[in-house]
């Protein structure tokens, strides 16, 4: 199944898997505070991350599934609404998570830059 | 098409591919999700939500088995592309063994010599009607899990999909008006013809140049009239009341189910009584005939009720329901 997202060999299948793992980290990075689906989904975009609604929302089912997050339904501003947040197992993930992100950062750019 | 009906129909569609467990949460989600992307669209384009709109919301969110999917990404045994087929096929088989006992019983019944009771012979064919359906299920299993992995329908691609073109989402709870005033006409003619007009049941044949009557039903049959007008007079309560309030509820169907049970007790204590049904002999295969084919009728009608009871979908229940279900 993984193998046909890139079967193309095109950049954008390779973006698609490049991005697969950011996006938890960004998802939980947002989620300290409580979010909705839709709030979240503008949060990311306001910081420069556009995600497809398709790929959000059951990635945030997944992740509470996993036990990162907690949910709770809610009536806001007159609309029921599944609120996310991180929970304690999940904010030890995050920091870890965070932790090998900049270590990953951090060599691919000195392999990036040792390629220029 | 309204908005609302268009997200409905997507809302389902994505449904018809999540497991049961967590359907209705999921598509409670994507509701206010879908709701509150729409609402957003239609404040920040300065006009009311259309069609129009509404599809391209909804094109945004992706072909709803590409999003069940990613609701369900671990690899199940039949996984979504085969599991509708699957759980068709699976209900079509035990549909067709259930009728199967059912007729297979009623004749080791009716042809026993009466060396074994009739609870033994229904305990032994129903332990083995267990035994075949498990064993069925086991082999279906088997050869969607052979298709699933040899033969995999290559996941949804994002081709371009027309939500327009979503089929509509049915109300399983609707009324068959049809169905309920002929199950109402039926039952009053079934009243009418055992009080008033007993003489239609006779058989007729022609001697010496004349007509002949002989009744089609022995005396033993008629001591069973009262049950059998419980019967009618129940279904008739029922499916008026049902009428009458537009649709059903758990309640009536639980009702329908308990009085299809009871149909078929009466057709079973018939088809068991040891005292000639018929008038004539040559009348008793037919009244039998007759009453296993009502039997077969019936206990369709029951595991159909029963089905709608355990299976019905319901719109996506609203959050605040969801939590009281969960706290509850």
């Known amino acids: ?116 | 098409m309204q908005p609302s009906e268009l997200i409905n129909r997507y809302v389902n569609a994505v449904g018809e591919n999540l497991p049961k467990k967590s359907r209705a949460d999921i598509q409670a989600e994507l509701n206010s999700l879908l709701t509150e992307t729409l609402d957003a669209r239609a404040e920040s384009e300065g006009r009311p939500a259309d069609q129009a709109m509404t599809v391209a919301v909804l094109r945004e969110f992706g072909d709803p088995a590409v999003v069940a999917q990613r609701y369900v990404p671990s690899r199940p045994l039949i996984g979504p592309a085969y599991f509708p087929i699957f759980s068709i096929v699976v209900k079509i088989v035990a549909g067709v063994m259930s009728v199967l006992w059912v007729v297979g019983t009623v004749i080791l019944i009716a042809n026993s010599d009466g060396s074994e009771t009739v609870a033994e012979i229904i305990w032994q064919s129903g332990v083995r009607f267990v035994g075949q359906l498990l064993a069925n299920f086991g082999l279906l299993v088997i050869i969607f899990v052979v298709i699933e992995h040899f033969w995999s329908k290559p996941p949804p691609t994002g081709e371009p999909w027309d939500p327009v073109k979503l089929p509509a989402v049915e109300n399983p709870n609707r009324i068959d008006r049809t169905d309920a005033i002929f199950t109402i006409i039926g039952n009053l003619i079934v009243l009418a013809i055992f009080n008033f007009g007993p003489n239609l049941l006779n058989g007729f044949f022609l001697q010496d140049g004349a007509w002949q009557t002989i009744p089609l039903f022995g005396p033993a049959f008629y001591t069973y009239l009262p049950w059998i007008y419980l019967s009618c007079l129940f279904e008739i309560a029922l499916y008026g009341y049902v009428l009458f309030r537009g649709s059903w509820t758990r309640v009536t169907r639980v009702l329908e189910i308990g009085s299809g049970l009871y149909a078929a007790f009466v057709v079973v204590a018939l088809l068991v009584e040891p005292q000639p049904l018929a008038a004539i002999p040559v009348f008793e295969p037919l009244v039998k005939g007759g009453l296993i084919i009502v039997l077969v009728v019936v206990l369709i009608d029951v595991g159909l009720n029963i089905y709608r009871l355990v299976t019905k979908r319901w719109s996506p229940p609203s959050a605040p329901e969801l939590e009281l279900v969960s706290n509850g």
């Open chain 1, 1 to 116: 199944m993984v193998k046909a997202t890139n079967q193309n060999g095109s950049a954008e299948a390779f973006d698609l898997e490049l991005r697969r793992g950011a996006l938890v980290v960004a998802v939980l990075s947002q989620l300290h505070t409580e979010q909705y689906g839709y709030s979240l989904k503008k949060a990311l975009g306001e910081r420069g991350l556009d995600i497809e609604e398709g790929t959000l929302y059951p990635l945030l089912r997944r992740l509470e599934t996993q036990g990162l997050l907690d949910s709770s339904w809610r009536i806001e501003e007159g609309r029921p609404r599944r609120y996310y947040k991180l929970n304690a197992h999940g904010s030890k993930v995050l920091e870890q998570l965070t932790e090998n992100w900049q270590s990953l950062v951090r060599a691919m750019d000195r392999l990036l830059k040792g390629k220029e």
